[in-house]
């Protein structure tokens, strides 16, 4: 056959075969993934499986830009107004059913190194917790927040890059910092968002 060789043991060499062993070496050189398997042994990963949804399927109109937060999947996607910016980024969900509101709101305020209040009813949970954190390191909401029209939810960042892909709020949807500081600047006061 036009195309086709035979290596020095005798196996068939095709240009098909020596393009995707290019592919794999150049993707996934050798080196890279030794040292991540060492360095990931023992390693506890979170885990999520990514449902893409379609925004006309939650959304009459793309009006101010659209947010979709899957709270089964830990998945938030975001949809411009124009449709020419989609993202997706994994996302932390609150720990049980009944501290997850969902339905629809709208990103009220936002802010850049938001402090952080914990709630009356997380303070009842937990009287330990400081009544008070300002902007910094410590602070549970991260870097950024988009607060909500409903009282007491936000999506944030968080300094605990642990709790994304799991179920680890007391009620909020968290991002990596770096991406909700992209998202915050994707995003405006009255964008539509929607938890399922």
Known sequence: MAGMKRSKEGKVVTRRGVIAAFA???LFPAPAVWAQSTATEGTRRNVSSFRVAKWQDHFDTLKNGVILSDTQSKVLQYWSEDESVYRMYPTSVPLTEDLTR???????RKVEG???RP????KERNPAW???VGPGPENPLGTHALYLSWQYYRIHGTNDTRKIGRRSSNGCIGLYNEQIA???ELATVGTQVKLI
Do not use: I, N, Q, R
């Open 24 to 26: 794999a070496t150049t």
């Open 102 to 108: 969902l339905g629809y709101t709208t990103v009220t």
């Open 114 to 116: 938001p402090s952080w």
């Open 119 to 122: 709630t009356p009813a997380m």
């Open 130 to 132: 400081p009544d008070y």
């Open 182 to 184: 992209e998202l915050f």
